[in-house]
Nanobody
Framework: QVQLVESGGGLVQAGGSLRLSCAAS????????MGWFRQAPGKGREFVAA????????YYVDSVKGRFAISRDNAKNTMYLQMNSLKLEDTAVYYC????????????????WGQGTQVTVSS
């Protein structure tokens, strides 16, 4: 069983940066592909980025390409999301989760969701 805890969210001005962390318990973290999703008020959960178990492959939604970077440190059981050049539309609760098989960008293929961390971008 894997438990995930997100941290690093906060209030930032447009154009600023934040780094989110997703800390995992359990010894099997390094065997899973992982993903980040976000949910803005009144909207559904949206895929943001995913990373393979080894960290060698990554994938991003078009709206964050070139601004966000996903990474992981398996020795620390932690995944990261570096967010640069933040925009107002990046405001959302950000969640990490474990991919249990299937396409990376579909939330139904994920489990063990964290509780989320709020990111608010102000003008």
């Amino acid at each position: 069983q894997v438990q995930l805890v997100e941290s690093g969210g906060g209030l930032v001005q447009a154009g600023g940066s934040l780094r989110l962390s997703c800390a995992a318990s359990g010894r099997t973290f390094s065997t899973y592909d992982m993903g980040w999703f976000r949910q803005a008020p009144g909207k559904g959960r949206e895929f943001v980025a995913a990373i393979s178990w080894s960290g060698s492959s990554t994938y991003y939604v078009d709206s964050v390409k070139g601004r966000f970077a996903i990474s992981r440190d398996n020795a620390k059981n932690t995944m990261y999301l570096q967010m640069n050049s933040l925009k107002l539309e990046d405001t959302a609760v950000y969640y990490c989760a474990v991919n249990i098989g299937g396409r990376w960008r579909e939330s139904r293929n994920y489990a063990h969701w964290g509780q989320g961390t709020q990111v608010t971008v102000s003008s």
